[in-house]
């Protein structure tokens, strides 16, 4: 991996970018889940797929009226930043809270890694003048372990759709192919990060005892309901000011921003699921996916054509 304060050459920029999107573990036969093999793949797949990408250099495109007025109208940079900001400061937080090293260094580089997507993200604003809010304050949550489940379970969800999205814009042509472009390694990125939390998460639930396995199940099941109560728009911002929370569910419902032709919500899953086998393709196949938002657009796209529904 290179060294972080180091400027990474293209040539070595392009070399990562394909290393990102393939990995195996080196040894034949299984990885019994919650075993040191396990994780040991999990973490090496994660150091071996880094990408040194630096959003300093990041050249953003030049950008026609109408295609600027597309990017800056959409209704998700404030959120983007915040939700970046917080992701990383609760990775970090239940990073420096592990006791295995490995899951440690691992869980603080995603951390690190998060931060750099806000980077990105505020390169990519001032580059385009795109204007922010001053961003809330944020308070960490006293359980750094329920603050990575809401932030990895958060990350599964609205990555899944990220990745229909960003495909429906390419396909599109609704913004410049270049500016596709450059996003693209934050995409993927993404995809690691996923791939990263659902083997932490199997791994850690194989070593609980029974009791503890209960109760961190039920930290779970609270997890999704909080979602669930988000996405919703019944969530309340953190202040005590009664004011709605933002809109979380741009990723499933912003089709219409990324491409002027008429998609309905199973037709964007169905490219959901096909994009979201794609970005996993190249990983070895003995690390778990996380499953359960495919598993549930699955099951919409069979039922919507079952009954002709989209």
Request: glycine share 6%.
């Amino acid at each position: 991996m290179p060294i972080k304060g180091l400027m990474p050459t293209q040539t070595e920029i392009d070399a990562a970018d394909r290393q990102a999107r393939a990995w195996q573990w080196p040894s034949s036969g299984p990885l019994p889940i919650g075993s040191d093999h396990h994780r040991d793949a999990a973490c090496q797949m994660f150091r071996d797929t880094f990408n040194p990408y630096k959003p300093s250099v990041i050249e953003w495109p030049s950008l026609d009226p109408d295609a600027l007025q597309r990017l800056t109208s959409l209704p998700i940079w404030d959120i983007a930043v915040n939700t970046e900001t917080k992701a990383s400061a609760r990775m970090l937080a239940y990073g420096a809270a592990v006791d295995d090293t490995a899951w440690r260094e691992a869980i603080s580089h995603n951390g690190w890694e998060e931060l750099r997507h806000k980077e990105v993200l505020s390169s990519l604003v001032a580059s385009y003048g795109i204007p922010l809010a001053p961003e809330p304050p944020d308070q960490l949550p006293a359980d750094a372990e329920w603050g990575y489940l809401v932030t990895g379970y958060s990350e599964c969800i609205d990555s899944f759709f990220a990745f229909g999205l960003f495909e429906l814009a390419r396909r599109s042509g609704y913004f410049p192919p270049a500016l596709v472009e450059t996003f693209e390694p934050v995409i993927q990125e993404e995809a690691r990060h996923i791939l990263l939390f659902a083997n932490w998460l199997a791994w850690h639930r194989k070593r609980l005892g029974i009791w503890r396995r209960i109760r961190f199940e039920l930290r779970v099941a609270r997890t999704w309901i909080f979602l669930a109560w988000e996405r919703i728009g019944l969530a309340r911002d953190m202040d005590g000011g009664g004011k709605p929370a933002p809109d979380y569910n741009f990723t499933l419902t912003g089709s219409q921003a990324v491409s002027d032709a008429e998609l309905s919500p199973l037709g964007l899953m169905a490219i959901c699921l096909t994009e979201n086998d794609r970005r996993f393709a190249g990983y070895d196949p003995r690390l778990l996916r996380p499953t359960t938002t495919p598993a549930l657009a699955r099951l919409a796209v069979r039922f919507g054509r079952l009954f002709r529904l989209g």
